[in-house]
Nanobody, 123 residues
């Protein structure tokens, strides 16, 4: 199983980026998908998750209203659209796949992880 995250980069505060995560080696539509992030010197934290069909989403309070998670099961890809970005969004962003939807905010629920992509938001 491979999860390949991409789309990170440098953006100014107030700007936008879209992250992508392409999956292979798993039955994609059977998995809930999530994004987590880890800033320097901080613990990894939940950002957003989407259920198997894409009809259910959950967000961390810190990104609600600014970020949007979506998935394309035909392309085995999950996206994270990040708008109105803030310097505190600076982190390495990881995509992950979970077999269950329960407790989806917990990293321990996710079985497969991507390698991470760095997002830097300048003030």
């Amino acid at each position: 199983v491979q999860l390949q995250a991409s789309g990170g980069g440098l953006v100014q505060a107030g700007g936008s980026l879209r992250l992508s995560c392409a999956a292979s080696g798993l039955t994609f539509w059977r998995y809930a998908l999530g994004w987590f992030r880890q800033a320097p010197g901080k613990e990894r934290e939940f950002v957003a998750a989407v259920n198997w069909s894409g009809t259910g989403t959950v967000y961390a309070d810190s990104v609600k209203g600014r970020f949007a998670i979506s998935r394309d099961n035909a392309k085995n890809t999950v996206y994270l659209q990040m708008n109105n970005q803030k310097p505190e969004d600076t982190a390495v962003y990881y995509c992950a796949a979970a077999e269950t939807w329960e407790q989806v905010r917990r990293a321990e629920e996710f079985r497969y992880w991507g390698q991470g992509t760095l997002v830097t938001v300048s003030s």
